[in-house]
């Protein structure tokens, strides 16, 4: 049998715990581990019983042993380490948002570009849940009919602050922290996934509610966002097919997120109603009722052994997209006699550091909606742009292209 | 026992047919009905007993035997019917949402001003549902906490197009139809009802997703919306009690509607979360939990063989609370000796023409938001301005007098 990429892991959160078991199963050999201390990378490492760990990037990036890394450490490390990583040959998976603004993504975008024989791929693991990818196959089928009238999505989950560390990234916006990156960058991913749109325009309301928490008080605040309302306008196709046909206005969308631990059970829900019908994902399942016609169940998720149960850190539809992205994966390495060959098809649906950045314009027009309390138009940077550090430069390029 | 006072109703609408044995319930007597043409009148008339009927307004508000009127007809009818019905004098309770336009609403006002020892109150029934009442009352205590975070709404309800005579207001969005003037504004007044705070920016998306029917097809096209989602900041005290203190942001509120007959079943939800806990009412019971401790039913809505429940054109909780209005206009009335003669304290929660006025003005931010793509101050009309009909120096005037 053939010998998967070796892997090393940047990062010591919760969710380094959840992926490594995740790896191993799918037949990964998880190599080193990065820690942002020497002494939080030595107690994972111990943890896990990953042989090799170390407080130092290119200790992990240039080992001969390390194929692929996951980059799962703080959004500000994102590009720094992925364009490394890139430059010296090694696939890159790296958690969402993909770095704290635009213009990191957009590195992370060129670096790709630059060596596209590796793989470099966004973890956006909704789009591997099932009953995502059946509803996509439903609406490119007219479930809902040609005429699409809304998307809706709502989300309600228990808090992100991680204070295992205390005071951290999770606790500070300006570092990536908050509902919008960590939970609003999946879903405005998803809804590209989707529908095979862009969004053009947008409109939203971010807040903190819970500044304090038991224990950041006192002159430390949260200014990670809790909550967040918004409203897109999806426009811009992305590919060959999308759900808009014609001339069709926009396709409104309506996201409502809201993190707390006071909330009450994790609780996600996706609905898409047009013409003749409507489809929607709840938890892990997929149901779908046509005009005139009774609710029907097009996929139950089944609870299965080889899938754990979703804990508070990972709820269980994101668990169950990252394994089946993980799986994914595999097949990708699996089809090649070359240790760190690999083929595209099965990873071909992945977000691709390009979704990353324009998930990221769509946070910053965001942040920018609800800071003026106005609709503002997706800016998406181009890679010919000389300045990108300064906005004013990258406005009015933009805006010259799209008037 | 006290004969009650005698009712003329203006509609010949299904609520109508609903209302009519309610009033009976409690004891009053209906005594006459007005209908757009003699035959739909004598139709409903006839149907419902009621002894006299007429397609003139006049011949119902000079009978000697009228003592009150209920405004059930299409809104652009609300003002001239009421205005003239105060000045014959007549105790008037009238439909949401008060008129077509704020200009009609102003009216309203001025005129319940001019004749104080009248009745003069808006059908916003849900103020009178237990649920309603009794969460007001858990706000007022404290139960969330004293900081507010939010209050969210949900409501999904079928169809609000009356089909039964073919093209009528119904469809209309000019003539007073559609989801924001039918449901949103019962939300609006609710809001204000249960916080004390009025809302003095809006931002509003609202939409006619089906703009045709079964019967409405062709040329005629439904403008009516059918959708609508805003966000309301609730500053402005409208009295001594409020849920802001001291220099508190502006309470955020979140709102979704949308109404159809492929949408599912009627579904309302109403969420207000706090510091302390949160509070929700979903049909007409109440829920609470405080942080840290378990949901518990704070009201019950036990279904009565007083109460019937809710069908497709009056959901249960607008029926229930449509009861419970009348039971108190009974009880105003009931305490004192002259048939005419009332008392405030049993209505004294109920909706007045202001607040039918300041609903207006929401509506008519909303709705300029929805059309600029923008957020908009409520600007509640004056009644000293002297030129309500134009909009410019309506506008100017209220600018200088909140720059």
């Known amino acids: 049998m053939k010998m998967l990429p070796g892997i090393g892991v940047f990062g010591t959160g919760s969710v380094v715990r959840i992926i490594v078991p995740f790896l191993r199963a799918k037949g990964f050999v998880v190599v080193a581990i990065w820690g942002r201390t020497p002494a939080s990378a030595q107690q994972v490492a111990k943890e896990l019983s990953i042989p090799f760990y170390t407080s130092k990037v290119d200790e992990v990036l240039l080992r001969k042993d390390v194929d692929l890394i996951f980059v799962l450490c703080s959004p500000h490390l994102h590009a ?12 890159v998976l790296c958690d969402r948002p993909a770095g704290i603004c635009q213009n990191d993504a957009l590195k992370m975008v060129k670096a790709s570009q630059y060596y596209p024989s590796l793989i470099s791929i966004v973890n956006h693991s909704l789009r591997f849940l099932p009953a995502f990818t059946m509803m996509r196959k439903c609406l490119r089928d007219n479930y809902v009919g040609k005429r699409i009238d809304l998307c809706d999505v709502r989300i309600r989950i228990s808090s992100l602050i991680d204070e295992t ?11 990536g922290g908050g509902i919008l990156t960590l939970v609003g960058s999946h879903v405005i991913d998803l809804l590209s996934f989707l529908t095979g749109l862009r969004a053009t325009r947008v409109h939203g309301v971010i807040r903190t509610f819970e500044s304090e928490t038991a224990r950041v008080q006192g002159i430390r605040r949260v200014t990670a966002p809790d909550f ?38 994790f609780n996600q829900e996706l609905v ?33 052994l080889e899938n754990p149960t979703g804990n508070e850190s990972l709820p ?21 006699e070359d240790r760190r060959g690999w083929v595209k098809e099965p990873v071909a649906d992945a977000a691709t550091f390009q979704d990353g950045q324009y998930v990221q314009a769509v946070m910053e027009a965001l942040r920018k909606s609800s800071r003026h309390m106005s609709w503002e138009r997706v800016i998406l940077a181009d ?5 990108l550090n300064n906005p004013l430069l990258t406005r009015a390029a933009a805006m010259l292209r799209h008037p």
């Not at 089946?324 to 699996?334: D, N, S």
Request: charge should be negative.
């Open 272 to 304: 898409i109603t047009g013409e003749a019908g409507a489809l929607w994902v709840k938890g892990g399942d997929l149901h779908g009722r046509r005009n005139n016609a009774k609710e029907e169940c097009l996929y139950l998720d089944v609870e299965d």
């Open 316 to 336: 269980r539809p994101y668990m169950k997209g990252l394994l089946k992205m993980v799986g994914a994966l595999r097949e990708a390495f699996q089809s090649v």
């Open 165 to 175: 560390e205390g005071y951290d990234w999770t606790c500070d916006e300006r570092m």
């Open 80 to 91: 720094q380490i992925s364009v490394k990583a890139l430059g010296i040959g090694k696939h």
């Open 383 to 387: 890679e010919e742009e000389q300045d």
């Open 228 to 265: 967040a309302t918004f409203q897109l306008e999806l426009g811009g196709p992305i590919n060959d097919y999308n759900l808009l046909t014609g001339d069709r206005a926009p396709l409104l969308v309506t996201v409502q997120l809201m993190s707390s631990n006071q909330a009450g059970a």
